[in-house]
């Protein structure tokens, strides 16, 4: 089936430095998502990505989605102790109403 | 928690025991999911349900049966439960956009 890979799993930061995580697909994607879980929490929804190459920001995140439309990133610059959690992204293929998750990455922060 | 509950919050059961988890949305939304978490695991799909009266297999259907019971509800039987089965389990439901929303969770400790 497919499989979305994403890494690192684990990134611990200063606060104040910058963050990215990487998720990678063999297969085309036809959108991709990322969610947010803070620790004991649920996952809650970020951002979605359509289009081939786009980027995307909310405040201090930025989100791309690579132009084969096969791989994506987040990037949070210079973290703050809110930012705290695991990543994931989640991505369906043309047509299919499910999605699959990435591993996550966990981000801690030192503050 | 995104017009989703799930009960119970916490269950242990011993290994042979059955139950049942619930969950129920308010936003009169077509799909919803059953996903288990692991460490490092990331999210996998256990079932899910395009619309009332129809469920699909996931990723890791194996050990689980599922009842749309309407378009509300979206229940989650362990007939037999196992050590494996140890995880949370997080309830999610999507409309039109494939953007989920997942409800807080239940932790389930199988002995």
């Known amino acids: 089936g497919q499989q979305v890979m994403q890494i690192p799993q684990y990134q611990h930061v200063q606060e104040g430095e910058d963050f990215t995580t990487y998720c990678n697909s063999s297969t085309t994607l036809s959108n991709i998502q990322w969610y947010k879980q803070r620790p004991g929490g649920h996952p809650v929804f970020l951002i979605q990505?359509?289009?081939?190459?786009e980027v995307k920001k909310q405040k201090r995140l930025t989100f791309q989605f690579g132009e084969a439309k096969k791989n994506s990133s987040l990037h949070i610059t210079a973290t703050q102790t809110t930012d705290v959690g695991t990543y994931f992204c989640?991505?369906?293929?043309?047509?299919?109403?499910?999605?699959?998750f990435g591993q996550g990455t966990r981000l801690t922060i030192n503050p | 928690n995104a017009g989703v509950t799930q009960t119970p919050k916490f269950q242990v059961l011993k290994t042979g025991q059955s139950m049942t988890l619930q969950c129920a949305q308010d936003m009169n939304h077509n799909s919803m999911y059953w996903y288990r978490q692991d460490p490092g695991m990331g999210l996998r799909l256990i079932y899910y349900?395009?619309?009332?009266?129809?469920?699909d297999k996931g990723e890791v259907p194996n050990g689980y049966n599922v009842s749309r019971l309407n378009k509300r509800e979206f229940s989650l039987r362990l007939e037999s439960a196992a050590p494996s089965q140890t995880s949370v389990y997080f309830c999610?439901?999507?409309?039109?956009?494939?953007?989920?929303?997942f409800g807080p969770g239940t932790r389930l400790t199988v002995l």
């Open positions: 989640a991505a369906s293929t043309q047509g299919a109403q499910k999605l699959v």
């Open positions: 990505l359509v289009k081939s190459g």
């Open positions: 349900s395009a619309s009332e009266g129809t469920t």
């Open positions: 999610a439901h999507s409309g039109q956009g494939i953007m989920q929303y």
